[in-house]
């Protein structure tokens, strides 16, 4: 949906600055947390999402599409892409047109943080260890400490409690804002405990149980396989094994095409298997001459590992091709086979009956089946590979999977009964391993980032893929916001700092399910970094003797920070958990950023608006009953078009969602 189209910054500050229009323009920072997805996949998502949302006639516009400009940018040496989304008056809801009061609506899309950022660096096994023992050490903790009453923290509970009777609601509210995440009820945790079980349960224990079985039913399986491969006679007779494998060979060599005279493969059957190889054929070339020749804004880990994929393609589709003749070759000989013994049937039933025409049909029909089957696999495999790429693993399965398909089809061809239960199972056993694989990938993928995130070994490689994601994030934020905090920073980058500030004072932060964990210790960090220039400034201030000019950078950044949106969120769960594990600790002390910011500063969210969108249907998400500073999250409940469980990623996609989305963004005209 999203054209490619080149555009660049520098064009897009020209068209604000000299076309004499006036305007009125947003930038939106996400923070996406699904993962197994592609890096821009999310920004598409919401290109959409803010079209349905704030425009009149959605469907007109996207199949337009000429509001949408996608520009590419470098950013300390590395290439991005953003969405601009330019709508006039006449494309918004009228009630968002009436508030701009005729100005045209620009809204830059930008993708700070998607999961998973630790793909390939997380193993599977560290994160199911790592889950393991986060669970069994919350549940020692809960039964060991009173955590709602801590020792450490209880004469600052009081002294809070005591402030919070006699002041007003609003002063009561900054009050508990300075004893940030402590659990002063037993309800509140119940609640937590509630919270993080189901959460536990759905995504660590089920799936680890399922993958348990599957290996339970995987080396059932494979046991099968062996007692029936030790009654093949190539197993039974191992000592002319060598000899008939060179007959079969010398065979194949004399008679390539293996059904003699039968008109089984004729001219149009091998027109067919062309066809059926041949755009699997173009899309491998195609794929590497544009992998080669086109400039993809992909980041360098990308390039890498596309590099990879490419030398190694070669060698893989030939493994595939070889499969590919293997299967053909099985399924050519049982019906060579299979096409004698109906042959010497129907001479007798002829001989017999004179039913020859009658039985010479299902004779044909008998050998047709087989053969379409073979042929409807290969063109849904062609179309598959088409459509989702070439990648070796898709190559090798699917050539895999035919070649037992086609030992299947032999053995029945053949009559040999042993020999298709054979591939009968191991197809079986490729599925529940397949299985298998997909469990440690879910792991791996969607519980990567997690593990690494919350992890508190700073001498463990987790730790390190931690600070590597907040490290990124608050380099992404650096991009928005337009304020650089690299060292040594060059001319270029201080203008263009400058010309985002000027062009985009509002700023909206989007997060959902872990990014909205990262997106609040990065808004935390970054703000606390920018606390840490005022102080320096100030200081360079009083001993020059001169009065300090202009705006302060946290103040800035305050102020341009106008709504910060959640959906689908685990901050309470996350916080729950790890103030069980470190009792003696506030809650996010090792997570997210104290609430407590210096100088007595109400914190990065002090003029702006926190939603938070959530439903009980969604095991990752829940109300959020803490709030820093003076911003207290509003938590809004709203239904979503997907079924339990798997609805956490479909916020999005909500019209509720979508109508309150658009209210807020009326607010803030």
């Not at 590395?78 to 809204?107: E, M, T």
């Not at 903790?141 to 009453?149: E, I, L």
């Not at 590497?288 to 360098?300: C, D, I, N, Q, Y």
């Not at 589709?317 to 000989?333: D, E, H, M, P, Q």
């Amino acid at each position: 949906m999203v054209r490619q189209k080149a555009a660049s910054d520098e064009s897009a500050g020209a068209e604000v600055q000299h076309s004499g229009e006036r305007i009125c323009e947003f930038v939106i920072a996400l923070f996406h947390g699904m993962g197994l997805q592609n890096r821009y996949a999310t920004l598409d998502e919401l290109v959409q999402f803010m079209i349905r949302s704030l425009c009149s006639e959605p469907d007109r516009i996207m199949q337009d599409g000429r509001q949408i400009r996608v520009s590419t940018h470098t950013h300390r040496e590395r290439r991005d892409r953003d969405v601009v989304l330019s709508l006039q008056p006449s494309q918004l809801h009228p009630d968002i047109a009436a508030r701009l009061g005729g100005r045209r609506l620009v809204i830059r899309c930008s993708e700070v943080y998607w999961a998973p950022i630790t793909s390939g660096r997380a193993k599977a096994w560290k994160t199911i260890l790592w889950l393991l023992g986060g669970l069994s050490s919350v549940v020692r903790a809960f039964v060991t400490m009173q955590r709602w009453q801590r020792p450490d923290r209880q004469d600052e509970q009081e002294a809070a409690r005591a402030r919070g009777r006699s002041r007003s609601g609003e002063q009561a509210g900054e009050d508990r804002g300075q004893a940030f995440g402590q659990m002063e009820s037993l309800a509140e945790v119940w609640r937590l405990i509630k919270l993080l079980t189901r959460l536990a349960v759905v995504i660590i224990v089920l799936p680890l149980i399922v993958m348990s079985l599957s290996m339970v039913v995987l080396g059932w399986l494979a046991g099968w396989a062996v007692h029936l491969a030790s009654r093949l006679p190539a197993i039974m007779e191992i000592n002319r094994w060598w000899e008939g494998l060179h007959a079969s060979v010398h065979d194949v060599v004399a008679n390539p095409w293996m059904l003699g005279d039968s008109p089984l493969l004729q001219q149009s059957t091998w027109l067919a298997l062309l066809a059926v190889l041949l755009p699997l054929l173009v899309h491998y070339v195609g794929t590497a001459v544009l992998v080669g020749s086109v400039s993809t804004p992909h980041s360098g880990n990308d390039t890498k590992r596309n590099d990879r994929h490419r030398r190694a393609r070669p060698a893989v589709f030939s493994c595939f091709l070889l499969l590919l003749a293997i299967a053909y070759w099985l399924v050519a000989g049982g019906c060579h086979q299979h096409w004698q013994v109906l042959t010497s049937q129907m001479q007798a039933s002829a001989d017999a009956l004179g039913q020859l025409p009658r039985l010479h049909a299902w004779a044909w029909l008998a050998l047709s089946l087989p053969l379409a089957s073979l042929l409807a696999l290969l063109a849904m495999m062609g179309l598959r590979i088409l459509r989702e790429g070439c990648s070796w693993q898709r190559l090798l399965g699917f050539g895999t999977g035919l070649v037992l398909i086609a030992m299947a089809l032999r053995g029945w061809l053949a009559g040999d009964s042993t020999g298709a239960a054979l591939a009968v199972l191991l197809i079986l056993a490729g599925t529940w391993l397949a299985l298998i694989h997909r469990g440690l990938l879910f792991f791996r993928e969607y519980l990567g980032d997690v593990a690494a995130f919350v992890s508190t070994n700073e001498n463990d490689d987790m730790f390190r893929l931690r600070r590597e994601i907040l490290q990124f994030s608050e380099e992404k934020l650096e991009q928005v916001l337009g304020r650089d905090l690299m060292p040594n920073q060059l001319p270029d980058r201080y203008e263009a700092s400058e010309d985002v500030r000027r062009r985009a004072p509002n700023v909206i932060v989007l997060s959902h399910s872990l990014g909205t964990v990262v997106a609040y210790q990065a808004l935390c960090r970054y703000f606390e970094r920018l606390q840490e220039l005022d102080r320096i400034e100030d200081l360079n201030t009083l001993r020059s003797g001169q009065r300090r000019v202009g705006m302060r950078l946290a103040g800035e950044m305050q102020s341009r920070l106008k709504l910060f949106v959640t959906f689908g969120s685990p901050l309470d769960t996350i916080g729950m958990a790890f103030n069980a594990l470190h009792s003696g600790k506030p809650v996010f002390d090792r997570v997210v950023s104290n609430a407590r910011y210096l100088h007595g500063s109400p914190g990065v969210f002090a003029h702006c608006r926190w939603v938070n969108w959530w439903h009980h249907g969604d095991v990752v998400s829940a109300k959020l009953l803490w709030h820093a500073g003076a911003c207290v999250p509003e938590n809004r409940k709203y239904p979503l078009p997907s079924p339990w469980v798997v609805n956490h990623s479909a916020y999005l996609l909500s019209k509720q969602v979508q109508e309150d989305f658009r209210r807020e963004f009326e607010r803030l005209l």
